[in-house]
Nanobody, 117 residues
């Protein structure tokens, strides 16, 4: 069982920045791809970014160039640095761990990000 705990959400003005953190229970990054998703009420959960076990990254078009995903293997923590935030980035952000092959899939509890003036 993998436990994921997100933190770092909050209220920020348009154009501002936030860094989300996802702390994992144990050293899982060699076996799990780590991702960030987001969801607004009434809509499906949307993929935002992923970092593979080897460290390659990929982003949704809506955040490419503004968001950066990274991980610290020693701290068992994944980060999402969000720059130039827009009101449409407002959502609950979820951390995800997916095992190689997809047999295991875990979610954090989510952290709210609100972009508003």
């Amino acid at each position: 069982q993998v436990q994921l705990v997100e933190s770092g959400g909050g209220l920020v003005q348009p154009g501002g920045s936030l860094r989300l953190s996802c702390s994992a229970s144990g050293s899982i990054f060699s076996r799990y791809a780590m991702g960030w998703y987001r969801q607004v009420p009434g809509k499906q959960r949307e993929w935002v970014a992923v970092i593979a076990t080897a460290g390659s990254t990929n982003y949704a078009d809506s955040v490419k160039g503004r968001f950066t995903i990274s991980k610290d293997n020693a701290e068992n923590t994944v980060y999402l640095l969000m720059n130039r935030l827009k009101p449409e980035d407002t959502a609950v952000y979820y951390c995800n761990a997916r095992s190689i092959g997809g047999a295991a899939n875990y979610w954090g509890q989510g952290t709210q990000v609100t972009v508003s003036s």
